[in-house]
C-alpha cells in the first residue's frame, strides 16, 4: 500500500493474485486534489457496490447470477461477480473460482458475526448481506444504501485520459478518523462456461463481470488523493474493465467506487 508522498517516482503494483500490475506515471503529485479532477471528484455519485459469491457447482445459483447481470446494467451499481472455490469438492470444479474470493467472503462472515458462508451471497457496500436471488430483498438492500448520508461516503473518480487514467479521492470531514485502502479491481465483462459435472451438469451458464484481481493502490486517511496511471497499465492483464473501491481497513464499509470501461 502506498501513500500519496511514496507516489513521486515510477512504481507497480502486483495483486492479490499476482496477474495484474499497475504502472503509476512519474509525476509530482500534490497532497490535495485542486482544478478540474477536484470538481470531478465531488460531482461523482457512488454507485452502490452489490458483490455475489457465487459458484458453478451451486444449483441455487444461476438466478442470482441472472439478477447481477440486470444490476450490472445499472448505472448507480458497480455489480461484481467473485465465484468462490469450496463447492469444487461435489464434482465440477469451478472454472472461474480463485482462493482468493473465498478469503474475501469469509472475512465479510466474521465481521457481520455470521457463523459460516453460503451461495448465493450479495454483500451490499461491504455492510449487509442477502440471499443473492431474493430479488425484493436485493432491491431493498440497494435502495436502503442510496439513502445513506454524505458523512458516510467519499466521492472517487476513475476517468481516462489519453493514454492515461486519472483516479481521484475526494476528502470528507465528517467521516473522522478512518483510515481506508483504494482498491483496483480488474474484471471480465461476460464468461460463459458449459459445465460438465455437478449439481449444474449440462447447462450453460453466464456470468457478469468476474473479479480476477484486486490491486492495492493506495491509503486514504481523510485527505484528497489524486493519481494518474498508465492506461496500457490497466489494459495489461487482458479484462474487459476495472473499477475503484473505496474500502475501510480490515474489510469494512465500502465508503466510495467507481467504474472505467475498457
Known sequence: ???????????????????????LLPRPLAAAVSGPAASAAESTAMPVVVELF???????????????????????????????????????KDTLASPSNTRRQKTYAANMGAR?????????????????????EVTGAIEAQQSRPPSEVVPVSLTQDGNSVQISVGANPLIGNVEATLWMVYFEDQATVEIKRGENRGRELSYTNVVRDMVPIGMWKGEPLHMEVAMESLASPGYDGCALILQTD????????????M
Open 1 to 23: 500500500m502506498l501513500t500519496t508522498m511514496m507516489m513521486s517516482r515510477r512504481t507497480i503494483l502486483r495483486g492479490l493474485g499476482g496477474g495484474a500490475a499497475l504502472t
Open 250 to 261: 480490515g474489510q469494512g464499509p465500502i465508503l466510495g467506487a467507481a467504474k472505467l470501461d
Open 54 to 92: 457465487t459458484s458453478q457447482g451451486c444449483s441455487s445459483c444461476p438466478p442470482a447470477d441472472a439478477l447481477l447481470h440486470e444490476l450490472a446494467e445499472r448505472p448507480d451499481v458497480l455489480a461484481l461477480s467473485l465465484p468462490v472455490d469450496y463447492w469444487d469438492y461435489l464434482g465440477w
Open 116 to 136: 459460516t458462508v453460503y451461495t448465493p451471497q450479495m454483500v451490499i457496500n461491504g455492510m449487509e448481506d442477502v440471499v443473492g436471488s431474493r430479488r425484493g
